[in-house]
Antibody, heavy 119, light 108 residues
Framework: EVQLVESGGGLVRPGESLRLSCVAS????????MNWVRQAPGKGLEWVSY????????YYADSVRGRFTVSRDNSKNSLFLQMNNLRAEDTALYYC????????????WGQGTLVTVSS | SYVLTQPPSVSVAPGQTARITCGAD??????VHWYQQKPGQAPVLVVY???DRPSGIPERFSGSNSGNTATLTVSRVEAGDEADYYC???????????FGTGTKVTVL
């Protein structure tokens, strides 16, 4: 059974940084393409970033490009999201999500880690 | 780029059929996927590639995609189908994931 477990969320001030992690089990992680998807409190889903199985290419939503960096360590079945210069509008539950194939559907989701940006 | 428009809410009586639309210009040229999200839970894929169902999803869930509208149909609606539903596609022109605005389905 696929299991994705996120961690690293918390309360930070505007302009600060945070690094999210996601550990995968029950999957062939090194072959999986991964995404981060977020959901602001009471709002809809927003795609944030994509990374291929080998680490490149990567893609970003316009709202985070230049501030967020996605990476992975296939030897540790881990996905990361480095978030810099955080803004209040980045406050959300961040989900680690597996995609079946490039540009395809999201077939496995973690339970999310909450990031709150507030002064 | 794609903007996927969904009705904010749909209400349906138990046993009836709920239809949730997802609109965008020429959406029929893309593969559309649908997710169900219940309160406090992560989304779950219910339909992929316009009309295919993952294993474990009841046959009551079906999808179609034509013209400028993709549709998720839930037949014989049950109380447990009450949730938020989101459509999604990949915009391959600009390499971005896109989610619809979401529809809250209420079972009367």
């Amino acid at each position: 059974e696929v299991q994705l477990v996120e961690s690293g969320g918390g309360l930070v001030r505007p302009g600060e940084s945070l690094r999210l992690s996601c550990v995968a089990s029950g999957v062939n992680f090194s072959s999986d393409e991964m995404n981060w998807v977020r959901q602001a409190p009471g709002k809809g889903l927003e795609w944030v970033s994509y990374i291929s199985s080998g680490g490149s290419p990567t893609y970003y939503a316009d709202s985070v490009r230049g501030r967020f960096t996605v990476s992975r360590d296939n030897s540790k079945n881990s996905l990361f999201l480095q978030m810099n210069n955080l803004r209040a509008e980045d406050t959300a539950l961040y989900y680690c999500v597996r995609t079946y194939a490039t540009g395809s559907y999201y077939d496995a989701w973690g339970q999310g880690t909450l990031v709150t940006v507030s002064s | 780029s794609y903007v996927l428009t969904q009705p904010p809410s749909v209400s349906v009586a138990p046993g009836q059929t709920a239809r949730i639309t997802c609109g965008a210009d020429n959406i029929r040229s893309k593969s559309v996927h649908w997710y169900q999200q219940k309160p406090g839970q992560a989304p779950v894929l219910v339909v992929y590639n316009d009309g295919d169902r993952p294993s474990g999803i009841p046959e009551r869930f079906s999808g179609s995609n034509s013209g400028n509208t993709a549709t998720l149909t839930v037949s014989r609606v049950e109380a447990g189908d009450e949730a938020d539903y989101y459509c999604q596609l990949w915009d391959s022109i600009i390499d971005r994931g896109v989610f619809g605005t979401g529809t809250k389905v209420t079972v009367l």
